[in-house]
């Protein structure tokens, strides 16, 4: 996790957001009052979203960790896939 005081990132705000969309880094930018914020890539943003859902969602979250629970104990099978072309 990077952190910038809102001055510099001002001045750099194109090295910056490249630094967070491309190294894929959590940046907190510094203010006065202690009023910081954080800066991060929208990918990073909608993963998050994301696991807030499934994991907010009782039946989703015990479902995944019953799926996890049968993995650990090697209750899996793999198959093969099949291609299917684009007209199709």
Request: negative net charge.
């Amino acid at each position: 996790m990077l952190a910038v005081n809102y001055t510099n990132l001002r001045d750099n705000m194109k090295t910056y957001m490249d630094k967070v969309t491309d190294d894929y880094e959590t940046m907190i930018v510094t203010r006065k009052d202690n009023k910081n914020v954080v800066m991060l890539s929208e990918e990073a943003y909608n993963n998050l979203m994301e696991n807030v859902y499934v994991m907010g969602n009782k039946a989703n979250y015990d479902w995944l960790m019953e799926s996890k629970a049968q993995l650990e104990k090697g209750k899996f099978s793999t198959h093969d896939l099949i291609e299917v072309s684009a007209d199709e």
